[in-house]
């Protein structure tokens, strides 16, 4: 067992380190600082030559390196196409949103018992990805108020911030639910496959399960469709309630003043600005790979901003404060939290640090349009150690220049040449690609809610019909009493 783990480790070093052969003169040294401003400069001249001269236009194509060429996107340029394999060739597809007059009970869902509930702070926070869509869907060209168009149906609801505001408990809410379920006939039609319901974080740092505010979404809604960001690989029902077959993963809900186009709340520093190399900055929550990062940071200072923070003063950092810390780092260190996924995974692209994710289980949003190699780094976390941080250096920095002597250096100091081409590059694609976080609207030429409905497209059914559906050589849809579809009354039975 010893020599296999030797083994693996040594194979391991070997992708990043350089073999080192004779000695390196200084007439060498310059020569290769030579080189590296030759090939910068060919590379960036090439990068103004006019687009009709790149592949099909597109500076910027997420998977160029496959064989299939799924996708071409130019954020830069408004240019977003999702791939006609399993898509189509344009967005066609029709939502019916629930409204809460037609659906009484789904009130309480949306402003509490009492209905005093405030929806522009619902609109805040992690939970605010439920109330966002729900707006967006309003506005939307691709709503129908006809049911019997519609190729899917989208259930409004805020619960996690009813539930924080006005105390509705979980039996409350997995009540009400229940009962809304029950006034819903094309939800009984096809046993909830066409149904839409957003389910974001629980908890304020964004982890946790949302659907798990709803207790009984298991035998409810096993085939709906969740918009969440709670995607999980473990496909461990207790601990996740993500389906990666039916559901769909959704961006985190970052602060709208950080996603603002040039007038953002903190903006991104130089690279060669930046004090450390790596950060973390979130609370250990007595979390096992949070806790290593803590400790890892104390060992290596110089290298590592990650403190130990705390929920409340003043070992805690303010909205401003934790983005000018965050944007000062060139990597920022994305370990899991009480689930696979974190908030800071998507606020790192707007600080323009490179995330590096260590979470094993993670499942992230676009997957079929977005090559995730170009623009972060996955780091196994059982090897959150110093092997981390020699890895993170390695990745091309700079060279500073003392007396005619070149020395290659891995880390930002002063007097240097930064040729930091491979982190820039990651951070260039990630500028392209992070209008996939906002929730902008249709009228934006990227946004979170044009990879939803690309991704609901993939899921457009013909058929609606359940179990519990049936249907007669005249096309007429009945239930097992032989009554007709159209005759069906609430309150429904429930699977």
Known sequence: MATSNSYGYHRTKTIWHHHHGAHCTNTHQVGALLLIVATLLVARLFDHLPSALHSNGSQFNLQDRSPRKLSRFNGGRGYLSWPQRGYGS??????YVYDENEIEVLKPLMYGKEGNVDVDICYLGQWG????????????????RDKDEADFFFVPAYVKCVHMLEGLTEEEINQTYVEALRQMPY????????????????????????????TSWKAFLNRSIFLTPEGDRTDNKNSSAFNTW?????????????????????????????????????????????????????????????????????????????????RNAKFCL???????????????????????????????????VIDYTRITIKWPATRIDPQLLEYLESIPGCFRIIHNRVYLKSTI??????????????????????????????????????????ELQRKVRVFHQSAETFWLHNGTFVNRDLVEFRNWKPPMPLP
């Open 187 to 214: 939800f009984r039609r096809s046993g909830g496959r066409d149904h839409i319901f957003v389910f974001p974080s629980i908890l304020l740092d964004g982890s946790g399960n949302g659907a798990h505010f709803f």
């Open 129 to 144: 990805t439920q109330v966002k869509i729900h707006r967006l869907l309003l506005k939307s060209r691709f709503r129908t």
């Open 334 to 368: 994305i370990p899991r939290g009480l689930s696979s996924w974190t908030l800071r995974f998507y606020e790192s692209f707007f600080v323009e640090c490179v995330p590096v994710i260590i979470s094993d289980q993670i499942e992230l949003p676009f997957q079929n």
């Open 246 to 326: 039916k559901d769909i993963i959704i961006p985190g809900n970052v602060d709208d003043e950080m996603t603002k186009n040039g007038a953002s709340l903190v903006q991104p520093l130089p690279l060669s600005n930046r004090k450390y190399l790596a950060n973390y900055l979130g609370r250990a929550q007595g979390l096992k790979g949070r806790l290593q990062l803590i400790q890892l940071a104390k060992q290596y200072p110089d290298k590592l901003e990650a403190p130990d923070l705390k929920h409340d003063p003043p070992d805690k950092l303010f909205k401003v404060e934790y983005f000018e810390h965050l």
């Open 413 to 454: 100091q002063p007097f240097l040449f930064c040729a930091d081409e491979v982190i820039e590059g990651m951070i260039a694609n990630g500028r392209g690609v992070k209008c996939l976080w906002i929730y902008g609207p249709e009228s934006e030429p990227c946004s979170a809610m044009h990879g939803i409905l690309w």
């Open 90 to 95: 344009h967005l066609s597809l029709k939502i």
